[in-house]
């Protein structure tokens, strides 16, 4: 409503500015160290809202590996759309980052956690990097939060997240976010979320406000459970290979160290066995629900070939490290003792 016609109040229009949305984006530039937020729709909104900011036929580098709906949107969307190049690569190898550097390159995305195989990347050294030749630089912030790492402390331009996951944390949300501690990126993103609407729905920013309340409890049981799965599965006889970067044994062990509070509460494994065996497991786990999500309080089990990268081709998976044998858990808040006689008798074949 308005005073009158010739005084706009605050509120004058919820697309543009709603009460609820703004107390749920000031509580998140907080949480990130940031100055502004703005509340999606969801993760993919945020994703191209992002992208939005670079001028056409730009080339961006990307960390190997990244999100399915992200490789979606740089594979299928952008290309034809905006007319951009993705490379991927190892942001850990700078020397390689240096290698793929154009005089068009305008933006390295960071995603650290990957999804699904928890690669990490030094976000203060490729940030570095990036700003030494001018290139904005993107971190996709949804597996860990900012009560895990905070990108914009370590150096990032942006900070992008999925709020379906962690932030909410009930999977009863669809949400994401951009934070930034810059206002011409800021002022940018405004506009082109009032043009577009991509806005989170006052409902949805209600329900994350709700989930942000527990969200150090959550993330703190989560991710102790989560490193007890890790550690029960390390040797385990059938399996092949764990991705866990909060285990020492782990290569990207040390960053996890340096910018990270945990290793996070997601565990991602390759079974010894074909995809009878895997077909069988989560046919036999009752903890654990199949879901194409994360992150909520539930434990969730993700098979990434045919759910979360299922817009791959099994050329492209396999080229990163995602099997028919890969699966990744989201590991819940229920008691650690049930989740490990969970999976030891799924995993008894």
Request: charged share 20%; proline share 3%.
């Amino acid at each position: 409503m308005q005073q009158n016609v010739d005084i706009n109040g605050e509120y004058s229009y919820s697309r543009i500015k709603n009460p609820t949305r703004y107390a749920y984006e000031t509580l998140l530039s907080d949480i990130e160290k940031g100055i502004y937020a703005t509340a999606t729709a969801s993760g993919v909104a945020a994703t191209l809202l992002v992208l939005n900011l670079l001028p056409k036929n730009s080339h961006i580098i990307a960390m190997r590996g990244v999100y399915g709906g992200t490789y979606r949107i740089f594979e299928q969307l952008i290309k034809e759309t905006s007319g951009h190049k993705v490379d991927y690569i190892d942001l850990n190898n700078l020397q390689l980052v240096k290698n793929h550097l154009r005089n068009n390159t305008r933006m390295i995305w960071i995603e650290s956690p990957t999804n699904p195989l928890l690669e990490l990347v030094d976000i203060g050294k490729i940030c570095q990097l990036a700003k030494e030749n001018s290139i904005l630089t993107c971190v996709d912030n949804t597996f860990a939060t900012a009560w895990n790492q905070k990108p914009l402390v370590l150096g990032a331009d942006i900070v992008m997240l999925s709020t379906s996951k962690y932030i909410g944390g009930h999977s009863d949300l669809i949400g994401g976010a951009v934070i930034t501690n810059q206002s011409t990126i800021a002022n940018k993103i405004d506009v082109l979320k009032t043009t577009i609407g991509a806005i989170a729905s006052p409902f949805d920013a209600y329900l994350a406000l709700r989930g942000l309340k527990t969200l150090d409890l959550r993330m703190t049981r989560q991710c102790a459970n989560a490193l007890a799965i890790a550690e029960f599965l390390n040797n385990h006889r059938n399996i092949k290979n764990i991705y866990y970067p909060g285990l020492p044994d782990n290569p990207q062990y040390p960053i996890c160290q340096t910018q990270m509070k945990t290793g996070g509460a997601v565990v991602t494994i390759n079974i010894n066995g074909n995809r009878e065996n895997v077909k069988n497991i989560i046919d036999k786990l009752q903890y654990f629900v199949l879901a194409e999500s994360l992150g909520g309080v539930e434990s969730m089990v993700n098979h990434s070939a045919t759910m979360s990268h299922s817009a791959m081709t099994e050329e492209e998976r396999v080229k990163m490290g995602i099997y028919d044998t890969t699966l990744r858990l989201s590991v819940g808040i229920e008691d650690i003792d049930d989740l490990l006689n969970d999976l030891e008798q799924a995993l008894n074949f």
